[in-house]
C-alpha cells in the first residue's frame, strides 16, 4: 500500500507538472492571442483612415478636368460688356457659372487667394514679374512691396486642404 501512494504521489507530481506548463502555454497563446488582436485591430483603424484619405481625394482628377471649363467661363464673363450682362441668355450662362462654382465649393474646392497676398510658392506659380508704383503704374518711382502679387492669370484651387492647381501669377519686383 505504500507503494501505490509513492506512484499515486510520483503520478500525481508529473501531473501537476504537466498541468502547470499546460496553464504556461495557455497563458502564452492567450497573450499571442491578445497582441494578434490589438494588431488587427490597429491595422482595421488604419486601413479606416486610408480609405477615407482615398474617398476624400477620389474626385480629384474629375475636378481637374472640369476646371479649365471654370477658367472658360471666367474669362467669357470678364469679356462680357456690362451693358449686355442683363440679357436673359447671357444672365444664363452666368448662372450656369456659379452652379458650377456651387457645385465644387460644395465638393471641399476653394480658390486660392492671389491678387494683394505674398508670394507664397506652395499655393502660387510665378509666371512673371513687373514693377509696379503705389499708383499702379508699372513704371519706375515709389515701387509697392517686392513680391507682391499683382496679377493673376489662373486661378489656383485647394482640395480638402491640399493644392490641386497653384494659382499663375505675376509678381512685383
Known sequence: MDEEKNINSADIKKLKKELEDCKAKCEEYLDGWKRERADFLNYKKEE???IVELIKY???ELILKMLPILDNFLIAEKNIPEDIKKDKNVAGLLQIHQQLRDFLKLQGIE???AVGE?????????VGETKVTENGDPTPGESKEPGIIIEETQKGYILQGKVIR???VKINK
Open 118 to 126: 505674398k508670394f507664397d510658392p506652395n499655393f502660387h506659380e510665378a
Open 111 to 113: 480658390e486660392i487667394k
Open 166 to 168: 497653384p494659382s499663375k
Open 58 to 60: 477620389a474626385n480629384e
Open 48 to 50: 479606416m483612415e486610408r
